[in-house]
């Protein structure tokens, strides 16, 4: 209850202080995001970050793979499968890909 209750809390006051900002402030900001996201050592960082993530989840993939080995459930087997083959090959919206 007590999360709840911080949450609307933060939520009111963002509200709010978005509010006293006004668009001007909004558009600024977002322009702001938008040229920072296509700074190229910006992107390269994300790349970089994302291989690294892609790196680390295999091999936890296959840690966890061995030692529950047949025991998981064809259900979860079939989902990462699916998962797996439908995020093969195209770019995040990062303009990454995900190889």
Request: hydrophobic share 30%; aromatic share 6%; charged share 30%.
């Amino acid at each position: 209850m007590r999360y709840k209750v911080t949450f609307v809390v933060g939520l009111a006051v963002g509200y709010v202080i978005g509010t006293r900002a006004g668009r001007e402030r909004y558009e600024q900001l977002k322009k702001s995001v938008r040229q920072l996201s296509q700074n190229p050592a910006v992107r390269n960082a994300a790349e970089s970050a994302a291989h690294n993530g892609r790196e680390v989840a295999g091999k936890a993939f296959h840690a966890v793979s061995d030692k529950v080995g047949d025991r998981m459930p064809d259900s979860v087997s079939e989902r990462v499968r699916s998962l797996r083959e439908r995020s093969s090959g195209r770019e995040d919206e990062w303009g990454t890909t995900n190889t």
